[in-house]
């Protein structure tokens, strides 16, 4: 894990899942928090090296690669932690995500591990999108759904720290279908992010980049393709084809192996997501048909 410094008070530590650092004198924020112990110990043992405070801490959101070590943080430091608000219901209720990704039952114990439940952490501060100040620490908020309910990314000194608002391209081609909720509202947070002027910013998984704004199109291009292969399939079934269809065919078409539940349940929402985008765009129409969800081309819309 590197530690790299991007102006007189920002850093991010870049590894798997970015962490991000902004130093005020005796107070010191971490934008997120890795995803376990052993990860947020890296970071913790370099701050100390280096003499740089703990005091602070930013949850973009509840997903558990970005706030599985804050435990260890609130544990260890007292720190003041800030998240949006409906993210904090997980943050401090994790066994959340598996309840969801598993259709609300029960999740079974597979379910529930390290990737996609974290610690409870305990949320001091709830943000919503707009201007903030804790401390000497000013940021705006700007919440950017589409990947989580209510994510956010942050502006402060001039740095976006920008959550998984966006992909690397390396991540898009790696996860080839990427992990979304919402495709419509995807696009929309790019577009939100793609008009934020400040100095750079750091992606949740990536590296930093002053000019993001190519890369944030690349994430809109990427999408709109999966959205227009999607589209392509079901029109070429116009008696409809199921929900376990689509899933199945997606999953076969780009290559995507899913040999477990977690992943098989992480994918099935990422193409649920696509096909929601499609819904909202009016392309698609949706029904049950004998017990099955199905989806059908939307004849006669543009
Ligand atoms: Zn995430």
């Known amino acids: 894990m590197q530690f790299k410094k991007l102006n007189d008070t920002c850093y991010y530590f870049e590894g798997a899942v970015n962490i991000g650092y902004v130093h005020h004198g005796e107070e010191g924020l971490l934008i997120d928090a890795g995803i376990d112990k052993s990860s947020i110990k890296k970071v913790i043992r370099k701050l100390k090296e280096e003499e740089l405070p703990i005091t602070h801490l930013f949850v973009t959101h509840a997903h558990a690669d970005h706030y599985g070590g804050a435990y260890v943080l ?24 598996p309840l969801y990704l598993f259709g609300g039952n029960d999740p079974l114990d597979e379910l529930r591990n390290k990737f996609l439940e974290g610690t409870p952490i305990q949320v001091h501060e709830v943000v919503d999108q707009g201007q903030y100040t804790f401390d000497s620490f000013q940021m705006s908020v ?65 590296m930093y980049e002053e000019h993001f704004q190519p890369t944030i199109q690349k994430n809109v291009e ?81």
């Open 74 to 97: 609130q544990k260890d430091f007292n720190v003041k932690t800030i998240a949006p608000r409906f993210e904090k219901a997980i943050l401090e209720n994790p066994m959340l995500e």
């Open 222 to 302: 990427y999408h709109e393709k999966v959205l227009t292969d999607l589209e392509i399939f079901i029109s070429n079934n116009p008696d409809g084809v199921t929900h376990e269809q689509t899933v199945a065919y997606m999953c076969e078409t780009y290559g995507v192996n899913t040999p477990q539940l977690s992943q098989f349940l992480l994918y099935r929402t990422a193409v649920t997501a696509y096909l929601i985008g499609l819904v909202k765009r009016k392309k698609l129409k949706t029904d049950i048909q004998r017990s099955c969800w199905v989806f059908y081309i939307n004849e006669g819309e543009g």
């Open 142 to 206: 700007f919440i950017l759904p589409g990947h989580s309910y209510f994510q956010a990314g942050i502006v402060i000194d001039n740095i976006f720290y920008a959550a998984d608002a966006y992909f690397s391209e390396e991540q898009l081609n790696k996860h080839k279908i990427p992990y979304i909720t919402d495709a419509q509202m995807t696009i929309e947070s790019l577009q939100k992010a793609s008009e934020i002027t400040c100095q750079g910013a750091v992606p949740g998984h990536g």
